[in-house]
T-cell receptor, first 111, second 111 residues
């Protein structure tokens, strides 16, 4: 089983739609979770951290389910500018372990 | 403030030649990571430096790959006797703790 798994998509949605991505991770000792965004031919950039209690940043909501070992990202009122690849990222227990990146889910928001 | 910078931004080389890629992390960041990303693929972890600790080299694909971090700051990734399958974007990231900040990458093409 891969450490971090995501549906590669693409998700093609109209402007204004709500879209949700899920991500599963295999290491139950993982402690920190993030969503990164990567635009075409650009470097990944942090979108938001994912907290146990769930967190919201504007149109974006991230949730963590430790029991089922999955993370979700919900985007409401999609904009054309949301088109990108969304990377699920997990960090292990030890402070010195590197982040593990999923392969990403591609989103295309269509006018 | 200044972000992570990488040089060169693009490198074309011939099979069998050595290449050296440079990363300037954000000042004060103790952790530095190298990844590579092939076209349409996810991030592949290569090597990780944390302060003065021995680097985590577990992701290096072969002994042709090596990396150094001098003075806890600038890092160079060296690929010896390049092969066509080494063609990819090589991304560097630095981190003060968990969040990673990526450089723009070096696009390497081995002919």
């Amino acid at each position: 089983r891969k450490e971090v798994e995501q549906d590669p998509g693409p998700f093609n949605v109209p402007e204004g739609a709500t879209v949700a991505f899920n991500c599963t991770y295999s290491n139950s000792a993982s402690q920190s979770f993030f969503w990164y965004r990567q635009d075409c031919r650009k470097e990944p950039k942090l979108l938001m951290s994912v907290y146990s209690s769930g967190n919201e940043d504007g149109r974006f909501t991230a949730q963590l389910n430790r029991a089922s070992q999955y993370i979700s990202l919900l985007i409401r009122d999609s904009k054309l500018s949301d088109s990108a690849t969304y990377l699920c990222v997990v960090k292990g227990f030890s402070g010195n372990t590197p982040l593990v990146f999923g392969k990403g889910t591609r989103l295309s928001v269509i006018a | 403030g200044a972000g992570v910078s990488q040089s060169p931004s693009n490198k074309v080389t011939e099979k069998g030649k050595d290449v050296e890629l440079r990363c300037d992390p954000i000042s004060g960041h103790t952790a530095l990571y190298w990844y590579r990303q092939s076209l349409g693929q996810g991030l592949e972890f290569l090597i990780y430096f944390q302060g003065n600790s021995a680097p985590d080299k577990s992701g290096l694909p072969s002994d042709r790959f090596s990396a150094e971090r001098t003075g806890g700051s600038v890092s160079t990734l060296t690929i010896q006797r390049t092969q066509q399958e080494d063609s990819a974007v090589y991304l560097c990231a630095s981190s003060p703790q968990d969040t990673q900040y990526f450089g723009p990458g070096t696009r390497l093409l081995v002919l």
